[in-house]
T-cell receptor, first 115, second 116 residues
Framework: AQSVTQPDIHITVSEGASLELRCNYS??????LFWYVQSPGQGLQLLLK??????LVQGIKGFEAEFKRSQSSFNLRKPSVHWSDAAEYFC?????????????FGKGTKLSVKP | DGGITQSPKYLFRKEGQNVTLSCEQN?????MYWYRQDPGQGLRLIYY???????QKGDIAEGYSVSREKKESFPLTVTSAQKNPTAFYLC???????????????FGDGTRLSIL
């Protein structure tokens, strides 16, 4: 069965610093991958998606993610973090052949931003 | 603008009471989902529906029930059998659902349910 792992439960970065949130997936072929963001008390918003082609994908709010097949990773990055980026971030993979809906979500990484 | 509307935003349940959470979408999506979110546990799938008049249990369906009589509506009932219902509930939809669908899910803003 496929799975998604977000190794970091909580990350704190200073405002203006760069950010990288890790996501590892398990799937034999090329997966379809997504990153979502959730502000406190809100629903999830789609940041970006990877289906095929260029392994560096651009998203909204200045985020980008890089697909690395050799490392089974799809890490989310931002060059300079703003205080408004404080939120929880979820990585997800399409659930091929599974029986529990079409996406499998990681458990999330909570981002705190220091002034 | 198209989107997903969840209501109410906050809901309180008394012991032994059933409550129903509303989820309406005007995106013309076939598939709809209900998730439960507890701190540190990510999203857990309660029920999902790939098409009108059909739905399947997710990982934690016990104590919950759903219906899908209309394409745009997927209400969730939290029954008295659910002993620990306090959580944040999220509804989502996608153009298509089920195995191999590569469509992203779109989420509502959630309902927070608490026990009185």
């Amino acid at each position: 069965a496929q799975s998604v792992t977000q190794p970091d439960i909580h990350i704190t970065v200073s405002e203006g610093a760069s950010l990288e949130l890790r996501c590892n997936y398990s799937y034999g072929a090329t997966p379809y991958l997504f990153w979502y963001v959730q502000s406190p008390g809100q629903g999830l918003q789609l940041l970006l998606k990877y289906f095929s082609g260029d392994t560096l994908v651009q998203g909204i709010k200045g985020f980008e993610a890089e697909f690395k097949r050799s490392q089974s990773s799809f890490n989310l990055r931002k060059p300079s973090v703003h205080w408004s980026d404080a939120a929880e971030y979820f990585c997800a993979v399409v659930n091929y052949g599974g029986s529990q809906g079409n996406l499998i979500f990681g458990k999330g990484t909570k981002l705190s931003v220091k002034p | 603008d198209g989107g997903i509307t969840q209501s109410p935003k906050y809901l309180f349940r008394k012991e032994g009471q059933n409550v129903t959470l509303s989820c309406e979408q005007n995106l013309n999506h076939d598939a709809m989902y209900w998730y439960r979110q507890d701190p540190g546990q990510g999203l857990r799938l309660i029920y999902y529906s790939q098409i009108v008049n059909d739905f399947q249990k997710g990982d934690i369906a016990e104590g919950y029930s759903v219906s899908r009589e209309k394409k745009e509506s997927f209400p969730l009932t939290v029954t008295s059998a659910q002993k620990n219902p306090t959580a944040f509930y999220l509804c989502a939809s996608s153009i298509t659902g089920g195995q191999n669908s590569n469509q992203p899910q779109h989420f509502g803003d959630g309902t927070r349910l608490s026990i009185l």
